[in-house]
């Protein structure tokens, strides 16, 4: 009913449908290849749609990429599995992903499998370069310790750098292996990855706040103790005023690296890569204008409109 509402936005959603069933008919035809796009389909169907701007080997390659880090992500995640667990794991995940029958038990039902199940490719350069890249990645153990208690800006914008920069460095190397782009300047790379983590970070401030058993606190206190005692006294309607003042803040200081994120993407030669790297920065962009100055941060999920995006 909404999308009948907006007339304009009824094409868009078509042409989105449209998109996701050439999804189905690009993934290859190995049975390997299909489990990893089923895979990469389940934990986020927004980057199975992005992905398919990229041709079909640097595609392959990426689809793989993203999996690595999102089962890396799902052990640093999880506030269940204790520190003296996690961080092991972290340390050494670049010999797990070999292992095929490796698997973490406490891990969420709907992430295990694509931690110790999936069949890899890793005979060919860019496979060699992603598992290098994990491997060379390391794992500081105070870092477990930051993202549960960023301080400082400079916390936050190393925590989003472990979590999210480093990502746009595995990128950039992955476009530079496929002979189409010039390798990116690290910190261009790294504000590539900041500016989408930030951007969460603040769209999810209620669902990280009543995250059980614990809840995860990554706005800076630098920033918020402005406007407050605790962090979690911006979801009570008597803060609305300081919660939305503390927001446009911290909105503020994501967009910062919005300039950085242009300059990455105006030396990108490949029309496919810009088009995969442009997706979620406007995404980001749209978002970051959604959260300003809106208190329903603090009340629920806000959200782009698929059809507004894809206008």
Known sequence: MGALSRPEEVLALVKLRVAAGQIKRQI???????????????????FALVIQQLGPELRNAVCIFYLVLRALDTVEDD???????KVPILQEFYRHVY??????????????????EWEQEWQNLYAR?????????????????????????DDYDEYCHYVAGLVGYGLSRLFYAAGTEDLAPDSLSNSMGLFLQKTNIIRDYLEDINEIPKSRMFWPRE??????????DFKYEENTEKAVQCLN??????LIHAEECLQYM???????IF????????????????????????RGVVKMRRGKLLL
Request: charged share 20%.
């Open 79 to 85: 506030t269940s599995i204790p520190t003296e667990v």
């Open 275 to 298: 088009h995969f790297c442009a997706i979620p920065q406007i995404m980001a962009i749209g978002t970051c204008a959604l959260c300003y100055n809106n208190v329903h941060v603090f």
């Open 28 to 46: 290859p035809p190995e049975e390997h290849w299909a489990f990893a796009y089923s895979m990469l389909q389940k934990v986020s169907r927004s």
């Open 223 to 232: 920033i918020w103790s402005k406007y407050a005692d605790k962090l979690e």
């Open 99 to 116: 292992n095929r029958d490796w698997h973490y038990s406490s891990i969420k039902r709907q992430s295990k499998k694509s931690l110790g």
């Open 249 to 254: 803040d911290i909105v503020t200081n994501a």
């Open 129 to 153: 370069r992603i598992w290098m890249f994990v491997r060379t990645q390391e794992y500081p153990r105070e870092f477990h310790d930051l993202r549960m208690k960023v301080e400082t800006v």
């Open 266 to 272: 105006s030396a990108l030669k490949n029309h496919a």
